[in-house]
């Protein structure tokens, strides 16, 4: 059974700094990317960064320039650094693992930590 425990998140104020993290556990994992989803009030869950067992990392370009994802592949765990943080970074930010399964690839995620960004 895979878990993911998140962990980071808070309350800042506008223009300040949190680092979310990750820990991913289970049996025989094959990950192939680790990411972070987030999901806002009202609104629908959206893509925020993903890396790849590459290292290979894409961002959305709401939060480009602003986060940087990493990740440290022995012990299983992705990271997301936030600077620069507005109020619409507001939200419940999920970590997102795929692993390959025999043939397919599959999706899991976290319970969600929440960051407030207050203006």
Known sequence: QVQLVESGG??????GSLRLSCVVS????RIISMGWD???????????ATITSGRSAEYSDSVKGRFTI???SAQNTVYLQMNSL???DT?????KVGILSLWRIND????????TVSS
């Open 10 to 15: 808070g309350v800042v104020q506008a223009g």
């Open 26 to 29: 289970g049996k025989d994992l």
């Open 38 to 48: 987030r999901q806002a009030p009202g609104k629908e869950r959206e893509l925020v």
């Open 70 to 72: 990493s990740k440290d």
């Open 86 to 88: 507005k109020p619409e």
């Open 91 to 95: 939200a419940v930010y999920y970590c």
């Open 108 to 115: 899991y995620w976290g319970q969600g930590t929440e960051v």
